[in-house]
């Protein structure tokens, strides 16, 4: 059974959240709070495997609390909001929440398919605790630590498959994958990111359905590049970040004039619309050599499945390291089909990304037939 504790100041809320657990049957809810001090009492004294809270709470709201108590004794934790705090619910990643979804979804009926995801996801949540220990924590945090800036990471997590692509293609888009631990690991990602970057990204982040709008104006403020999400039709350009909407799958396709952004609702792949699979599978059969997708941070296997395709229409793939990794499971998944060429730290990723860039264009601008 995972002990979880329950943290909200409406006794609704509390409720609904209590019954839904309660009807998957793996969930044993060994306390209950209506604000963050006594969230931060119950969570010391009975030391839940899983902890769901709202973060507009009276004396100390859930952003407070999230911050006292993973300094103390971190637990994993699953922010429950309502969007009009979806930005702060972003801001709690930072503090070490792990998840969050929206409060609307629990107001309703959610299919089968989503209450599945939902306990999946909660019960891989809730064993980070037991597996790690939370050692993980002091890794992925430490990223923004100066301290750690020149950090020396495992040789073997760099040394395999480190092809040479200096001068050999051109490159038009990046492709990301990111989930649990994404957000932190983008806002980091893209604060390295030099504002001039010459290619468009397009990015998979598991989003609770409606943040991602939210989450499109987050991600803004730590970088120079714009950051919008992807609308059907749109021609992707360089110096633009889009983000995929959620609860459709976004494609890359190709036209005749260049690259568009599609949108299909089909079902969900690897429990997850939109799914970074799909958008790596169009993006690779549109660009071929001249792709490059990158995995991030991330529970379950999303994005293993479009590395192999990339690979296989000959482009490059980046996997992050587990070091670095809140959740070393996407990551994972895409190396361990043998189809990733490197394998970086999150803060050496950006400055490949740059070097293959420039090379691009070395490609681009030399005379037809010249030696590269």
């Not at 649990?180 to 010459?198: H, N, Q, V, W, Y």
């Not at 983000?243 to 089909?266: C, M, P, S």
């Not at 482009?315 to 189809?339: H, N, R, V, W």
Request: aromatic share 6%; charged share 25%; glycine share 6%.
């Amino acid at each position: 059974m995972i002990n979880t504790v329950i943290v909200d100041d409406s006794p609704m809320i509390r409720e609904i959240i209590r019954d839904f657990l309660g009807e998957d049957g793996n969930f044993n809810i060994i306390g209950e709070a209506c604000d963050g001090e006594e969230g931060v009492e119950k969570i010391l004294s009975l030391n839940p495997d899983l902890v769901t809270s709202d973060i507009e709470m009276p004396k100390m709201n859930g952003l407070e609390m999230i911050k006292k108590v993973m300094s103390v004794h971190p637990v994993p934790i699953v922010v429950i909001t309502s969007h009009d705090t979806a930005k702060t619910a972003y801001d709690a990643t930072m503090s070490g929440a792990l998840e969050f979804y929206s409060k609307d979804l629990f107001l309703k009926d959610i299919s089968p398919e989503k209450r599945r995801n939902i306990y999946d996801t909660l019960k891989r949540i809730s064993g980070v605790k037991a597996r790690n220990n939370f050692s993980f924590l002091e890794n992925f945090y430490s990223l923004n630590d100066e301290s750690n800036a020149e950090r020396t990471p495992p040789v073997d997590s760099v040394t395999r498959n480190m092809p040479d692509f200096s001068g050999t293609r051109k490159i038009d888009m990046v492709v990301i994958a990111s989930s649990t631990g994404g957000p932190r690991a983008l806002s980091k990602f893209f604060s390295i990111m030099p504002e001039d970057f010459p290619l468009p990204v397009a990015i998979v982040q598991h989003n609770s359905s409606g943040f991602d709008e939210s989450f499109v104006q987050w991600l803004d403020t730590f970088t120079k590049l714009n950051v919008r999400l992807a609308r059907e039709g749109e021609t992707p350009e360089a110096g633009n970040v889009y983000i995929a909407q959620t609860d459709k799958h976004l494609e890359l396709n190709a036209n005749g004039l260049g690259y568009v952004f599609r949108y299909n609702d089909n079902e969900a792949e690897q429990n997850q619309k939109p799914a970074a699979d799909v958008l790596f599978r169009t993006a690779a059969d549109a660009c071929g050599k001249s792709l490059v997708s990158v995995v991030l941070t991330g529970m379950g296997m999303d994005g293993a499945d479009g590395t192999r395709k990339v690979k296989k229409m000959g482009g490059i793939t980046i996997a992050q390291d587990e070091a670095s990794s809140l959740i070393y499971g996407m990551p994972k998944a895409a190396f361990e089909t043998g189809c990733v060429d490197k394998v970086l730290p999150l803060e050496q990723i950006p400055d490949e990304l740059v070097k293959l860039a420039r090379n691009s264009a070395v490609q681009c601008a030399s005379p037809a037939g010249a030696a590269v």
